[in-house]
């Protein structure tokens, strides 16, 4: 942990960005009943019961010394969709890179 925050330390070089790479699953959920519209004192209300609607991988990129996020949303997370991400990361959002620093959680 104690590199990590070493590396958050550093400058910013545009040839040399840090990378905070986070993905996570999301479910999809679709209301079954319309919410109850909000009335004087009280808030628009929604029922709990809701119907699953398949499930999305969100991946993210973030450049904190740059203040930069780039976010994908994916219909799965497999090792092939991992790979085309960091293949992007390379080659679309940072060409002029000549080394990247990525941080990852294990």
Not at 18 to 47: F, H, T, W
Request: aromatic fraction near 8%; hydrophobic fraction near 35%; proline fraction near 7%.
């Amino acid at each position: 942990m104690e590199d990590v925050l070493e590396i958050y330390k550093g400058t910013y070089d545009a040839t040399h960005p840090l990378i905070c790479m986070d993905e996570s699953s999301k479910q999809q959920i679709k209301e079954v009943r319309p919410p109850l519209p909000a009335s004087p004192g009280s808030v628009e209300k929604y029922d709990t019961e809701y119907e699953r609607n398949g499930v999305s991988n969100v991946f993210m990129f973030f450049e904190p010394l740059a203040g930069l996020r780039h976010v994908t949303v994916t219909d799965q997370r497999t090792a092939v969709d991992w790979a085309h991400q960091i293949k992007r990361l390379v080659d679309d959002l940072y060409p002029q890179a000549e080394r990247i620093t990525l941080v990852m959680e294990c």
